[in-house]
């Protein structure tokens, strides 16, 4: 069992930067692939990064890659997603998630365990 939460989210403006952490328990955590996934209002749940479990390997989408970055610290049982050069359409509730296998982590219906997310608002 692996219990996960974020921390992080807020409101900036357009151009700025935040970064969200997510914590988890449990002594497992170094053997899962973790993920952000992101969900806007009125829209469907989509993948943002992901990391393999020892951080060798990680994956983005296009609409992120070059500005976000995801890391993971083992020994915090941390993984964090810094987004720079935020736009107003990377607004939504960001979720992080833990995978068991380390494949297929761009999709949500492949991860075991979920938090429940934090808000992140980009302004105009």
């Known amino acids: 069992q692996v219990q996960l939460v974020e921390s992080g989210g807020g409101l900036v403006q357009a151009g700025g930067s935040l970064r969200l952490s997510c914590a988890a328990s449990?002594?497992?955590?170094?053997?899962?692939?973790m993920g952000w996934f992101r969900q806007a209002p009125g829209k469907e749940r989509e993948f943002v990064a992901a990391i393999n479990w020892s951080g060798g390997s990680t994956y983005y989408a296009d609409s992120v890659k070059g500005r976000f970055t995801i890391s993971r610290d083992n020994a915090k049982n941390t993984v964090d997603l810094q987004m720079n050069s935020l736009k107003p359409e990377d607004t939504a509730v960001y979720y992080c998630a833990a995978e068991a296998t380390g494949w297929g982590l761009n999709r949500g219906n492949r991860y075991d365990y979920w938090g429940r997310g934090t808000q992140v608002t980009v302004s105009s």
């Open positions: 449990g002594r497992t955590f170094s053997s899962y692939a």
